[in-house]
């Protein structure tokens, strides 16, 4: 609490921020969001994150509210503001306020909100013990590429893994595993690391390009494919990548322990490899 907040060009203390109930955000869910992780001040992997905010504007029609510049440099600025060490930045472009309308509305100015979450991302136990996913059912919208704010879908898997007593979900049309509630999914068998190809059917994660250029570059093996839950539960290891998770290990699959029950030594390399790379990378 307490925080400074970015909403439309003003820095506001976060009690003061106010959004029009006419916003088609809330009314429609029609915006898209990015989160990008803070190390030591710094930002993880801007660049990509801004790049793919500006695909997600372009395949909604949407206007972008500044440019790339100024997007850094708000995001900077909110880092100095809230003295913020580590943690993750939020931020959220809409189409705007206009009169509730489903036809998209013309000249509507978007919004742009961003603020702060200070929190303990490099030393997790999550990823010091691994996570336990169940298996659902993939039920979302068939645009996932695009990062929209309508996560209603995700968040009911969140609770369904609540309910089962374990951490997240992973989703599955068609037999293959899509991806985690809010991250991409991986297993490693047969010696390769396994993760669903770039499609319609996922968000494409600027965490999983980069682990993938990482693990490439340290001469493991990478099939972009997709999986089947099967496979995944006879896997040698699994994990997960995120902007606020990095790699995260998969302990345990609807019950059954993958591996040995205990994070794997690929996952474990790849995010030692991942966080002294995007430090190292930070800006
Ligand atoms: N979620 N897949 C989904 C469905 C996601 O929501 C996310 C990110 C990812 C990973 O993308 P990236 O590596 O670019 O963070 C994959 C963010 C962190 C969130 O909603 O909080």
Redesign the pocket.
């Known amino acids: 609490m307490g925080r400074i907040v970015y909403v439309n060009g003003e820095y506001v203390p976060e009690e003061e921020a106010r959004v029009s109930v006419f916003d088609r955000g809330f009314l429609f869910a029609d915006g898209v ?1 990015e ?1 990008t992780s803070v190390i030591g001040g710094r930002l993880v992997d801007f660049d ?2 801004a790049k ?1 905010l500006w695909r997600s504007l372009g395949e909604l029609d949407m206007a972008a509210p500044v440019d790339e510049d100024e997007l850094l440099a708000i995001h900077r600025e909110l880092v100095a503001r809230n003295g913020l060490d580590e943690g993750l930045i939020y931020l959220q472009v809409t189409r705007g306020a206009a009169d509730r309308d489903f036809a998209w509305p013309e000249g509507a100015a978007p919004t742009l909100v961003l603020f702060t979450q200070a929190k303990g991302i490099v030393d997790s136990p999550a990823a010091e013990r691994g996570i336990r996913v169940i298996s659902i059912p993939d039920r979302r919208w068939g645009r ?1 590429d695009i ?1 929209t704010v309508q ?1 209603l879908y ?1 968040s009911m898997g969140k609770m369904m893994a609540k309910a089962a007593g374990v951490d997240d979900a992973w989703m599955v049309e068609d037999g293959a595993v899509t ?6 999914a991986y297993i490693v068998t047969g010696g390769k690391i396994v993760t669903r190809h770039l499609g319609e059917e ?7 390009a980069a682990v993938l250029r990482f693990a490439r570059e340290a001469q493991m093996e990478v099939e972009e494919r997709a999986f089947t839950l099967d496979e995944a539960k006879a896997a040698d290891e699994a994990f997960v ?5 990095f790699v995260t290990p998969v302990v345990e699959i609807d019950g059954a322990a993958v591996g040995n029950g205990a994070p794997g030594p690929v996952a474990r390399r790849l995010r030692e490899i991942y966080l002294d790379e995007s430090v190292k990378a930070a800006v």
Do not use: D, W
């Open positions: 969001y989160v990509g994150h793919r996932r990062k996560l995700p991806e985690g509630t809010s991250n991409n996922i968000l494409h994660g600027i965490t999983r990548t995120s902007a606020s998770t």
